[in-house]
Structure formats: C-alpha cells, structure tokens
C-alpha cells in the first residue's frame, strides 16, 4: 500500500496542536515510523544561489527500509513563498511506495513528476486525510538526445559518466549544474542510459544538499555557489562532474560516454553489468573492498592529560568596585539529584582480583587439612 | 612543547553524551577511509587511534594524520575547545516566530562587538564551520552588500541545516546543531594570568520554535534535550503573539505583527512544555523549583514599548566603565528594569508570569529589540523584511550577558555602586 504526506508552514497542522512546520496532509493509516522518517527527510535549502532563476526543486528518490518493510520514496520539495507569519516556506511532498506497486511503473521513478496535478506545490487549505490508493500517473517526458547536456557543459558525453556509474556498481556521481531549471532535463537524458529495468534502481536528487544516514543518492544534481557545491569542489568523495569549476573532459573510449555524444542509448543497455550486488555503502571506489567495522582496539591506550577543574568558590579577584559571582559546579547533569559515584573500572578489577585470591587461599587451606 | 590540558570529562555539545577523553573518536583523513556506520557514506570513517605523530594527533590506517575529534556516541565532531575549556550550555526557546533566529544573531554579532572592546574578552567562534548559519544571518543583518534592500531570515527548519541526522541501527536522530563559541582573556585584561581558569566554551542552540509546542518532540528528534544541562535557559516572550499585548499596542503601533491578522501561541503552554521536558530528563519532583536562572526576554520592545513603556527611549546601557578599566554589568539597573517588567506582564500577561515563577527560582524580565525597529512587508513578495542599514539592536546582548555574569566566574564582572564618602 502507498502512502502520501505533505509537509509545510501552516497555521493547523494534521496532528492536535501542531502548527508551523507540520504535517497537513497523510494518507489514512499511515504507520508512525513512516511518517516521522518521512518528515525528516523534508528538509529545504533556500538559496540565493538561484537568484534571478526560479528557486530549486528537489525532485528526488531515495529508498528506505522501516523495520520490515522496504520503500521507495519519490518526493517532490520546493519553495512554497510565505507562510502565514510572512515568512520563508517551503512544501514537501512525499511519496511512499513498495517494491510491488514501483513495479507498476516501468519507466521508473522520474516518470511520476510528469503528473503534475498529483503533486502538491502550495497549501492554504486545511489540514487532511489523505484516502488511501492515490497513485500519480507515469508519463516519460519525451526526450531527443542529449541536448540539455551538450547545452549546459558543451558535451553530450558527460551524460555517459551518469550511466556508467550505474552500470559499475551504482556508484554515486555529483554533478554541479549552473541552473537549476535544467536539472529535470539532464535527469530524463541521463536516465535514457540507463536499462528500463534498473531505473527503479537509482536514486538521485535534483537539488541535493546533503544525505540522510540510511539512504543513498548516487546521482547528485548539485547548484553551483551554494556550500555543498563549495564542499565538493574542496574534495568530494565519489566522481564529480563539474566542467565549469574544472579542466578536463568526459574519458573518451568509454562505451556510455560515446552513445551519449552518438545519441544511441539503446546501445549499452546491454552493457550495463547486474546491479544487484549491492556494494557497502561507504563505496565510492571499486577498489575499496573494506569492511565498515572499527580499527582493533590495540593494547596501547593513549596517555590523557587531564587536570583537576577549577573547583568551586573560586578566590574573589582584586579588583576594587567589581565583583563576580560564584559559579555554580554543575558536573552533576541530572540537577536535584545526588550524584552516584561511579565506582572506577580498576576498582572494580583489583576488587575480582582480591576475591579469586581468597578464594584459591580457602581452598588450598582445605586442601592442606 | 607545552603541555596540553584537557578536561577529565567532554559533554558532547551535539547529543550531550559525556565521555572520558580516552573514549575519543577521531575522523579518518585518508580518502579510502569514507563511510561511516552513524553518519552514512558520505563522511570520513570514525575510529579509535592507536598511533600518534609528535603532536598529538592520530594517524589512521592509511597513515594519513588526522586533526578532528568526534563523540564516541554520535560521531559527530566536536570543537577541540570542548575538550580544553570549561563549557557552558545555554538554551535559547520560544514560540515560533518568536524571534530566536534574529535575537541570536543580533546577540552575538553585538557581543562581538563590546566583548573586546568593553570587557577585554575575545569572543571567536570555536567551529567556524558549525557556525556558518549563524555567521550568514549576521553578515545579512550588519554586513550586506546592499544595506538599503530588505534582507530576510529564513525561517528554521526542523529538518534543514541546523540539524544533523545520526543513525543508531534502523533509527535515524536528528540532532541540533551547536553553535559554539569560545570566550577568554585578551593580554590587557587584569586577570591574564588566569587565562585558563576563567577562559570558557560557550555552547547556544537555535531550535525552531515547533519543537516547543506540546507534542513537539519525538523519539526520532530530541531536539530540546540540552534545556536539561543548561546552565540557563533563555525565553523569547513575544508580545506580538498575546492576544492582550496586541489589543493595548494596536492603538498606537504601525508594526504588521501588531496590526496584522495576529497570530496567538499560547506561550505560558510552551513554557510549561519546557518545563516538564526538563522535569522528565533531570528527574525534577513536580513541587521542585528550577535552581538555574530563568531569563524572560520580552522580545520586539520597539513594537510594544512605545505605547506601554514609553520610558524606553532612554534606556540606559547597563555596560559600564569601571575605575580598573574595564567595564562590568550594571546589575542593579537590570534588576530594576526587570521589576518594571514583570509589573507589565503581570497585568496583561499573568498566566505567563505564574507560569515562570511556578517553575524557577530565579525570573528575570529583560525586554530587547533585535533590530531596532519593526519590519517592513515586501510589496512583491509579501514576505516581513529588514533593511540592514536600518537596524540599530537595542539590549540584544544584555539577557546573554546578564546570564554570563549570574553563572559563570570571572567573564562578566558586576557593577558595585559605592557611596562616596
């Protein structure tokens, strides 16, 4: 079963009480984890990077697993003008799918943006319930070539590293695109390289910001002038697509990067090895191959230096006509309450060790008797 | 080289876990070493060092140096000051709309300006890159580029930057970002030599102002939990939310908070939400009041003042020179002022009042006007703006300031009036 929810500034929110930044729209019987992960993933970044352009949408899929329960998220947030206290607002609109009912869209999870009378872009109407079954259409926007790619960065072929990251283990791309309006345009294209089949597969985000622990996001339309878009050019972590903030181009001979400049996707849909091994999370490079648990504790601990804090009542300053309180010692944090010792871990030890002791004593004195 | 002392106990400043610094995580450096099990892929991994190079700093096992430490518990990194310094947590609440986000940035920006001058204290930011937001709002408010265009603050997300998500297992938490500053001596102040014993770590938070209406907090938000550990806690009462405030200032008030449609937040109700949050995690008994001070800052005094406090044009400065050169707090005429206070809110706002005093000792009643002046409504946008050149704060640093010198030794002296002979 799906489930919506719409998430914004209003005076009335769904939930009694709430008001400001709230949920006003969920589907019936939405399950509690679900709604509150929903809600954390609705943040908004306003920003004047956009100046003189629309501002950002994020149109965005991510997955995520409840519990039990895995799903696809397709979420469409954006800048909503005012609320009512006159106001930054945004809007965010959540889509929660199973793995049965994506299956119901061949084309993939770009496809229900096209349904524009299903997403929400402003709310003044009161709160609701959403009644359960509300499924956008699937419409691909139709797409010739690769156009939008060659217009923004003055090649096609830098369509190529999008799908190519695909094909080698979903590994996840930033690009840094100049304007936001293209983004959608450049997300359609690039998908084209991308197997019907394994679409489903890739998250992406057109105006991502930063990502959720729990989720990935393996193509990153980033807006140029913004400090994600500063933090990447810094060093980032995975491949990186920025032709404007640097010298080089798309690696010739690589099969994706060729159809996308000979405007034959079909061509490597064949290509593209089996996305289903799922790599650790933290990969970015094939040659990682590591595992995610800590560095073995060793015998050697590092030496601390500490030093007794200043205690309490500390001596009057000499100073004439000026005078300062007395600092309240607040190392206990749970204030009215007397403050348990913990008793030290070598106390505790020395004290295992006096008993085994005795207890070897007793018995060899028995056993002398 | 010198030694370097370090606190025998670190609260952590994101999640408030406290920890032996032996338990310190550092964040790997070596570009292999990304994804880590709390923070997800996209940072460097967290592990516990078992070398070091000469200065102190671990080395990861790629070799690489590592220079940034994390809580054990959230992974999150923590300003190294935290870890040398004394710290002093403060909670800034209110409803929202409140005025938290202007309040905090006009505080700051204007402690900035009379800590050294004034104090002979230097106030810097411990993490500048966890401070970014705040440091955004200031340059909008006192340093733009184009001073005579009305400049906006975003509203605060729940969800947006000043928040930072941490996985434990299925659970992901969402924690509030810091903003940490660092306050000690400059080399003229009379008490140099105690530098280290006096120097301190100050911690702030600006949560949104949902997370303080009932039912504002979730298992997957804890976003209020540092009110607990606070050494002070900070109100933001907004006049222009009380339905009888409004009523008394329409008369004489052109500002469209006071002459709009009005929006009301029951703020005595949040105030009690905040209190029984702190009740709950300090295991406070109901008939236990609250030790720590309770600052009431009557926020948007321009809007109100003129009509029920028109002595408030000549608002003394409570930041006065002393005979040692060096100012000190006058305390008296705060108190003085809060006694004015706490008659307005009485008559119009006696739920309020009952509500503080019912749950702290120590209420004080400072009232402030970030900006100076009220906003303006943006004819194309419709949305409540400021013109930078324009704002002049009127006591934005005083509540801050009071609550320093009331709970922390040696930073912000008090004036002692003596008689002359």
């Given amino acids: ?369 | 080289m010198n030694d370097l002392a370090i606190q025998a106990q670190i609260t952590c400043p994101h999640c408030w876990h406290r920890f032996p610094p032996a338990e310190t995580l550092w964040a790997s450096a070596h570009p292999r070493l990304y994804g880590d099990a709390r923070l997800g892929s996209d940072v460097q991994r967290r592990f516990l060092p078992t070398r070091f190079d000469a200065g102190g700093n671990a080395i990861d096992s790629q070799g690489s140096f590592c220079s940034e430490v994390c809580c054990p518990k959230c992974h999150l990194v923590i300003p190294r000051t935290m870890f040398e310094l004394k710290c002093i947590f403060y909670s800034i609440l209110g409803s929202p709309g409140s005025g938290k986000s202007h309040m905090l940035a006009t505080t700051t920006w204007q402690m900035r300006q009379a800590m050294g001058q004034r104090f002979k204290l230097s106030i810097s930011d411990a993490d500048p890159d966890s401070n970014r937001q705040l440091n955004e709002h200031e340059e909008k408010l006192f340093f733009n580029e184009h001073p005579d265009q009305l400049a906006t603050i975003p509203k605060t997300e729940k969800e947006g930057e000043l928040y930072q998500p941490v996985s434990f297992g299925d659970e992901t938490i969402w924690y509030p970002r810091p903003f940490v500053f660092v306050v000690q001596p400059l080399a003229n102040h009379p008490q140099i030599e105690k530098r280290d014993e006096i120097s301190r770590s100050i911690c702030l938070y600006d949560n949104a102002g949902e997370h303080f209406l009932p039912g504002g907090e979730s298992s997957i938000s804890p976003a209020t939990q540092h009110l607990t550990i606070s050494r002070g806690l900070l109100f933001l009462f907004d006049p222009t939310q009380h339905a009888r405030f409004r009523e008394a200032c329409k008369a004489d008030s052109q500002d469209p908070q006071i002459q709009g449609t009005g929006r009301s937040h029951r703020q005595d109700q949040i105030l009690h939400e905040a209190a029984n949050r702190i009740r709950t995690h300090a295991g406070l008994a109901q008939q236990q009041k609250y030790s720590k001070p309770l600052i009431i800052v009557i926020t948007k005094m321009d809007a109100w003042a003129p009509t029920l406090w028109p002595e408030w044009k000549d608002i003394q400065d409570p930041i006065k020179d002393s005979r040692q050169q060096l100012a000190g707090l006058d305390t008296t005429l705060i108190e003085d002022i809060s006694g004015r206070m706490r008659e307005i809110m009485a008559k119009l706002a006696p739920e309020f009042v009952n509500a503080a005093e019912g749950f702290a000792d120590r209420v004080t009643y400072i009232p402030v006007s970030a900006l100076g002046r009220g906003p303006e409504e943006d004819p194309n946008s419709g949305m409540l703006g400021v013109r930078p050149s324009e704002v002049k704060p009127i006591w934005a640093e005083v509540p801050l300031l009071y609550m320093l010198s009331q709970t922390s030794t040696g930073l912000i002296p008090s004036l002692v009036r003596r008689s002359r002979e």
């Fill in chain 1, 1 to 369: 079963m799906s489930f919506e929810l719409v998430y914004t500034s209003a005076r009335r929110g769904l939930k009694e009480g709430a008001s400001g930044f709230c949920t006003v729209a969920a589907t019936d019987g939405i399950p509690r984890p679900l709604h509150e992960k929903l809600e954390s993933l609705s943040g908004y970044s306003h920003t004047e990077a956009a100046t003189g352009a629309e501002p950002p949408v994020n149109h965005s899929h991510l997955t995520i697993r409840i519990q039990r329960n895995f799903y696809h998220v397709v979420s469409r947030i954006g800048d909503a003008g005012i609320d009512y206290t006159g106001r930054t607002n945004k809007i965010a609109h959540h889509l929660a799918l199973s793995e049965a009912e994506a299956a119901g869209f061949p084309q993939g999870p770009a496809a229900l943006f096209a349904d524009y009378g299903f997403w929400h872009t402003d709310w003044d109407g009161e709160p609701e319930a959403i009644p359960p079954g509300r499924i956008p259409s699937s419409y691909v926007e139709p797409v010739e070539g690769f156009g939008t790619w060659a217009e923004v960065f003055g090649d096609a072929g830098w369509a190529g590293v999008l799908g190519h990251a695909v094909a080698n283990g979903l590994k996840p791309v930033s690009i840094i695109v100049p304007n936001p309006d293209d983004t959608m345009k450049m997300l359609h294209e690039a998908l084209l390289l991308v197997s019907p089949r394994d679409r489903w597969k890739v998250c992406f985000s057109t105006y991502f910001s930063r990502l959720a622990p729990g989720t990935q996001c393996h193509w990153r339309f980033v807006l140029d002038g913004t400090t994600e878009a500063r933090k990447l050019r810094a060093r980032s972590l995975g491949l990186l697509v920025d032709p404007r903030g640097s010298t080089g181009e798309p690696p010739d001979g690589n099969p994706f990067v060729e159809a996308a400049r000979d405007d034959e996707p079909n061509r490597v849909h064949s290509v593209a090895r089996s996305t289903s091994r799922r790599g650790d999370a933290a990969s970015g490079r094939a040659d990682r191959g590591g595992n995610m648990s800590r560095t073995p504790r060793s015998g050697h601990r590092r030496p601390t230096q500490s030093r007794h804090p200043s205690s309490p009542g500390a001596r009057r300053p000499s100073i004439r006509d000026l005078e300062y309180v007395e600092e309240y010692d607040d190392k206990d944090a749970h204030q009215g309450r007397p403050r348990r010792r913990k008793p030290r871990k070598n106390a505790k030890i020395l004290v295992v060790i006096a008993l085994l002791m005795l207890a070897i004593v007793v018995l060899g004195f028995f056993a002398m008797q």
